[in-house]
């Protein structure tokens, strides 16, 4: 029985945690800027523009050469949360977790996964064949090959997890906002590097993620959640007010 009853708590512990981890975006797709509306269409296959995308492809395969270079484009190629918390939280300054900084990983897991809706559109309308599919070569990454057929190049879904991380996370810690918008953009050039997308691709990306983050900024919900992250950076990192101090011990008094 006891064995039964300690079961049951780590099965609802577990659910918890699976909750918690659900992002909940702050704006639906209709309610984000619509990229077809604005943002130019990527370059067809001929003209200057698609000649610079293949100059960047085979630029990309050269930096394949510099193994430490590759070796942080195959650990980008894993898309999610938890590889902006592994590659972010040193130039970020501070570990990031759910469970040592909860407000700055609510934000950051909202706060991207909203911005990451902006790009679902152009995704599925332009259908854009991707670098390695063109050429016909493997990429750096080739568990992702399957699923990247079948999705489309433009804009870069990681470049705009890469870079809204970035904008984020320097609005937290604006005294590092250097080393992480580097990061950021490092983030951007591995597509570039693995093979995954043009470099049209990566730039349309970046101003999707800056016109998304924008956005982001007329949801009340997020500047509240965004003045707690900072709140708690400052807490954490011994550098709040002792009436910062006590309200955030308040609000996280187990």
Request: proline residues 6%; charged residues 25%; glycine residues 4%.
């Amino acid at each position: 029985m006891k064995k039964i009853m300690m079961m049951a708590v780590l099965m609802v512990a577990a659910v918890s945690a699976h909750a918690q981890s659900k992002a909940e975006p702050y704006f639906t797709s209709k309610e984000m800027p619509d990229m077809l509306k604005w943002c130019p269409a990527p370059p067809d296959t001929v003209g200057p523009h698609f000649a610079y995308d293949i100059m960047q492809y085979f630029w990309g395969k050269e930096m394949r050469n510099n193994k430490e270079r590759a070796d942080i484009a195959v650990r980008d190629a894993v898309y999610g949360l938890d590889c902006i918390i592994r590659e972010f939280s040193e130039p970020f300054g501070l570990n990031i977790s759910m469970e040592e900084t909860p407000e700055i990983y609510k934000v950051l897991r909202d706060g991207t996964a909203t911005c990451d809706i902006i790009c679902q559109l152009p995704k599925r309308y332009y259908m854009r064949k991707r670098p390695f599919m063109r050429f016909n070569e493997p990429t750096l990454y080739p568990a992702d090959e399957p699923h990247l057929r079948t999705n489309g190049s433009y804009p870069s879904g990681h470049t705009l997890l890469g870079w809204s991380s970035a904008l984020l996370l320097s609005e937290i810690n604006p005294d590092r906002a250097d080393t992480i918008l580097a990061r950021g953009y490092m983030y951007g050039e591995s597509r570039v590097i693995v093979g995954a997308h043009w470099q049209s691709d990566v730039d349309a990306a970046r101003l999707a993620a800056s016109a998304a983050y924008a956005r982001l900024h007329t949801s009340e919900r997020f500047l509240t959640q965004m003045r707690l992250a900072r709140q708690e950076f400052r807490v954490v990192t011994g550098t709040a007010t002792p009436a910062e101090i006590k309200a955030y011990k308040k609000a996280h008094k187990k």
